[in-house]
């Protein structure tokens, strides 16, 4: 009987901690994944990266394969961890495919983007609501604001993808058209909507500007990071001197009158 309970308690005890230690196994394989790219990173990599054996790694997860999809997926904020929000499942995981994550992602960031501040804007566009008139400057530092966040927290993310795209053409597809081209594009349509009525400047080419405005917000993010000196920027005074700038770039100067912006 005793001997029964120690394993029972035994197997619990493992099933916790193994939901408790897996966040830190996919912090460990993104950051080798980041670091290595996926050809180049091995489960071994991963494992000796998490403090484990790789015999303690395929515990968690079946393959490569498999835990690059998971780290992207949770890296993307697609899905809770197991055991977060309210999901669970036993160990091993088996992940994703690369096929599969891929298309997921996609479908993913078409179903969200745009969000937020971006995709009321745009409806007001549509309606033919020229609500934003009143204070251009706090609907696009608004906007602008938003899309910083996503490129903070989608950060490790986009460096694994980034990374490993060097090696895997239907990563860099994935970054350029999947992820960021949606982006992109509603960001176009928006200032295309806002230069028409004269509450944003005119400029030479929309698109080209609306990949000014990302890509800025993207280097201030995360980019300034990979550069000492970019990186002793705190996060605070990273967005705001983006914001300023951008702000002082595409808004008439009789929309800056107030001496506070949001």
């Known amino acids: 009987m005793i001997h029964s309970l120690t394993h029972i308690l035994a197997d619990v005890t493992a099933?916790?901690?193994?939901?408790?230690?897996?966040?830190?196994?996919?912090?460990?394989?993104?950051?080798?994944?980041?670091?290595?790219?996926?050809?180049s990173a091995h489960m071994s990599d991963v494992a000796r990266e998490a403090g484990l054996s790789e015999a303690a790694l395929?515990?968690?997860?079946?393959?490569?394969?498999?835990?690059?999809?998971?780290?992207?997926?949770?890296?993307?904020?697609?899905?809770?961890?197991?055991?977060?929000?309210?999901?669970d499942g036993g160990f091993p995981l088996t992940g994703p495919s690369l096929e599969e994550m891929i298309k997921q992602a996609r479908e993913f960031v078409a179903e969200e983007v745009p969000f937020g501040a971006l995709a009321q804007a745009l409806r007001q566009g549509d309606d033919g609501d020229q609500a934003g008139q009143d204070d251009p400057a706090a609907e696009l530092a608004l906007i602008m604001r938003?899309?910083?966040?996503?490129?903070?927290?989608?950060?490790?993310?986009?460096?694994?993808?980034e990374r490993s795209a060097r090696e895997?053409?239907?990563?860099?597809d994935l970054l350029n058209t999947g992820l960021r081209r949606p982006v992109l594009d509603a960001l176009t349509k928006y200032l295309?909507?806002?230069?028409?009525?004269?509450?944003l400047?005119?400029?030479?080419?929309?698109?080209?500007?609306?990949?000014l405005v990302l890509e800025t917000l993207t280097w201030f993010a995360r980019h300034r990071h990979s550069d000492p000196y970019g990186a002793a920027i705190p996060a605070a005074v990273a967005q705001e001197t983006a914001v300023d700038a951008l702000l002082h770039a595409l808004v008439p100067a009789k929309y800056l009158n107030s001496e506070e912006r949001p």
């Open 15 to 39: 099933k916790r901690s193994a939901h408790e230690r897996f966040p830190e196994v996919i912090a460990a394989a993104v950051r080798v994944f980041a670091r290595d790219g996926y050809r």
């Open 58 to 87: 395929y515990r968690y997860v079946g393959g490569k394969e498999g835990l690059f999809g998971l780290a992207i997926r949770h890296a993307l904020l697609l899905e809770p961890l197991p055991g977060e929000g309210g999901t």
């Open 146 to 161: 938003e899309l910083f966040t996503l490129e903070e927290q989608t950060a490790k993310a986009a460096d694994m993808i």
């Open 168 to 172: 895997l053409p239907e990563l860099a």
């Open 192 to 199: 295309d909507s806002r230069a028409s009525t004269g509450e």
């Open 201 to 211: 400047r005119q400029t030479p080419d929309t698109a080209a500007t609306a990949r």
